[in-house]
């Protein structure tokens, strides 16, 4: 039975004079999970060119095949220099064994050398400092000396920042250079140039072999191979409670090689081969496991990570024999983040880093949607050796599976689960009341992935001419409120939720919509992610029960309250006109003013890159008291705020 302290009686006026009164019992209410409200993260193109800071593309030639042009994206020479990519016969590294070679022609004048375009542009703001770096070695020993010159330049080969550093022909062993370049200008356009040059004439005929290159603005709470700054303060706007990752299809891969490996995304970037990513590009790793949870703490987020278990987006699964291998690479996963340095080779290496004490964890997923593909075909089994094995070296832990509830039936009993749906406004508004018909037997739920992606309930993964949408809209935005009022009038056995995909570089668009979309210089914020961002600031500690809305409704709510001083109220309104709801409030002390934070505007309208701004919450005062009414508006998402200062007037 749930509890409450609270009795509130809402009235609500529906169309055609329609009218509901609905009661919240002083008998009965829930915590609030402080888990509740978080962010889902996969790299789909929003890692490498998004979060992580990286400013440059293709940085250290992984994953490419040496000799094609293909290996040489985003790279382009400078000044006749002749450029390619080569494996070299003294690696870097072993992860690292490919470099870019540069000759200098004869008979040059001026800069010569290579250039890098960066993800889609580089922003360049001279109020910053970047941090460059190159690795470089001769191939064959010559008296060379002379300067490089880094520099970030214009398309137009306007200079706006340099910086030099030596280079010695004696150097045939790989040695790195850094530099820190401050621009005296900031250019309005992005097509800017990271470029690496010497003298023509000095190094007439030289061979240079270059590796691992890197170019970093200021990074989110300066944390060395940091977070882009504007897109981690946008997402740290949502004051969001966990982070689930490192996906989602990335985790799975497209075959057994591809598939993530914690330790491939640890220690010095040297020792990071990166893998062909799910979504069609190399992901460079440079934002790993270790990346990962330093940004949980420094959002003050809640890591939800999850484990490789077996299966891959090619349809493979690793055969029941030969599970083990991969058991351990999941227990050694888990150790890195919280186990004891002094016993745990993995929790060894994480202390080395600088962090001996264990990262918070609680919540750990067992793969990725293991509903898709033959995945149930294959699930028993990996579910039964994975849980069982992971829950009895980590007791501590809850897992989750990821294959549909109960369909097929799995041993050991999961004690949560990760449910998805993408669907249409309309679906989500009227499947408000999902969780309501859930079993409470102890199980609990993590909606890891929804979002209102079509209006075409016939065609929902179709194309933009089919319905599909680009960016999140006010209707669709409102119509995933809707849900939300039910998760979180159901959050006594639903612990977490997440839109996704949470990122997208507009410019390498591999999936719409998105919650935040950015190109090299903006970041876009999206109706949803305004939604997210009022519910998530408006939790509360108690969720107050009342009488339903209606099912099939076009009106929802939800009643939660605050430190027990506050009582928040979230109306949703689906419909093309506006609706009033009069409040009947059995509280003494209740403040005369309150606020009101709304979202709402034509059904249609969208934040993107032409329209930035066309849609974001207000905030007014209203007229509040035991009595009081609410005009909802049409399409729309209102979050009430109401001070009680004295005691329920029961």
């Given at each position: 039975?749930?509890?409450?302290?609270?009795?509130?009686?809402?009235?609500?006026?529906?169309?055609?004079?329609?009218?509901t009164t609905v009661t919240v019992s002083s008998t009965a209410s829930h915590p609030i999970p402080t888990t509740l409200w978080g962010q889902m993260f996969e790299d789909i193109s929003s890692g490498d060119g998004g979060l992580y800071g990286e400013l440059l593309q293709n940085r250290a030639f992984q994953q490419v095949t040496p000799g094609t042009s293909a290996a040489l994206n985003a790279w382009q020479a400078v000044n006749r220099a002749s450029v390619s990519v080569v494996a070299d016969s003294v690696k870097l590294s072993n992860a690292l064994p490919n470099a870019l070679r540069v000759q200098i022609p004869t008979g040059v004048s001026g800069q010569t050398g290579v250039a890098n375009t960066g993800y889609f542009g580089i922003r360049v703001n001279s109020a910053w400092t970047y941090t460059a770096s190159f690795f470089y070695r001769f191939p064959t020993a010559s008296s060379f000396r002379g300067n490089a010159v880094i520099s970030l330049q214009t398309s137009s080969s306007q200079v706006l920042g340099s910086a030099t550093?030596?280079?010695?022909?004696?150097?045939?062993?790989?040695?790195?250079?850094?530099?820190?370049?401050?621009?005296?200008?900031?250019?309005?356009?992005?097509?800017?140039?990271?470029?690496?040059?010497?003298?023509?004439?000095?190094?007439?005929?030289?061979?240079?072999?270059?590796?691992?290159?890197?170019?970093?603005?200021?990074?989110?709470?300066?944390?060395?191979?940091?977070?882009?700054?504007?897109?981690?303060?946008?997402?740290?706007e949502m004051q969001p409670s966990f982070f689930r990752f490192p996906g989602g299809n990335n985790l799975e891969g497209n075959s057994l090689p591809s598939r993530w490996q914690w330790n491939n995304t640890v220690g010095p970037l040297t020792q990071r081969p990166g893998r062909a990513g799910t979504w069609g590009y190399i992901n460079t790793d440079g934002l790993g496991l270790y990346e990962y949870l330093l940004w949980c703490e420094d959002?003050?987020?809640?890591?939800?990570?999850?484990?490789?278990?077996?299966?891959?987006?090619?349809?493979?699964?690793?055969?029941?024999?030969?599970?083990?291998?991969?058991i351990q690479q999941a227990i050694d996963q888990i150790n890195f983040v919280i186990g004891n340095p002094t016993t745990s080779a993995p929790a060894a290496m994480r202390s080395s880093l600088g962090h001996p004490a264990p990262f918070k964890l609680t919540h750990v997923e067992i793969g990725n949607e293991d509903f898709i593909g033959n995945a149930p075909s294959t699930i028993a089994y990996r579910w039964n050796h994975f849980a069982s094995t992971l829950r009895s070296t980590f007791p501590q832990l809850r897992f989750l599976a990821t294959s549909n509830v109960n369909s097929p039936r799995l041993t050991p009993q999961p004690q949560e689960w990760d449910l998805h749906v993408y669907q249409t406004p309309t679906w989500f508004a009227q499947n408000s009341f999902m969780y309501d018909d859930f079993a409470r037997d102890g199980t609990l739920y993590f909606e890891g992935e929804y979002a209102a992606i079509s209006t075409n309930p016939n065609d929902i993964f179709g194309s933009p001419s089919d319905g599909r949408l680009t960016f999140p809209t006010v209707q669709s935005a409102v119509g995933e409120a809707a849900f939300m009022t039910g998760l979180e009038r159901n959050s006594d056995i639903v612990f977490a939720a997440s839109y996704a995909p949470l990122l997208n570089h507009v410019a390498n668009s591999q999936w719409t919509p998105n919650l935040v979309s950015f190109d090299s210089a903006n970041v876009y914020r999206s109706t949803s992610f305004y939604v997210q961002k009022l519910f998530s600031l408006n939790r509360g500690d108690q969720y107050i029960p009342s009488t339903l809305p209606s099912r099939t409704g076009t009106l929802f709510w939800s009643v939660v309250s605050k430190q027990t001083n506050t009582i928040i109220i979230k109306v949703v309104n689906v419909a093309t006109s506006a609706q009033t709801i009069a409040f009947n409030l059995p509280f003494s002390g209740i403040s005369t003013t309150g606020t009101a934070q709304v979202l709402t505007g034509a059904a249609t309208a969208s934040n993107s890159p032409t329209t930035p701004n066309a849609v974001a919450p207000a905030s007014h005062s209203i007229p509040v008291g035991k009595t009081f009414s609410y005009s909802a508006p049409a399409n729309s998402l209102s979050v009430l705020t109401l001070g009680i200062n004295g005691s329920s007037g029961r």
């Open positions: 039975m749930l509890r409450s302290i609270f009795l509130v009686t809402l009235v609500v006026f529906g169309f055609v004079g329609a009218q550093v030596a280079l010695s022909g004696a150097q045939t062993s790989w040695t790195q250079v850094t530099a820190k370049i401050t621009p005296t200008s900031s250019p309005s356009a992005t097509d800017n140039l990271f470029v690496v040059s010497v003298d023509g004439a000095a190094a007439s005929g030289q061979t240079i072999n270059f590796g691992l290159f890197s170019l970093f603005p200021p990074t989110f709470k300066n944390r060395a191979n940091g977070m882009r700054m504007d897109v981690a303060e946008a997402l740290a959002v003050g987020m809640e890591p939800i990570m999850a484990v490789w278990d077996g299966f891959d987006l090619g349809g493979s699964s690793v055969a029941e024999a030969n599970l083990q291998p991969y």
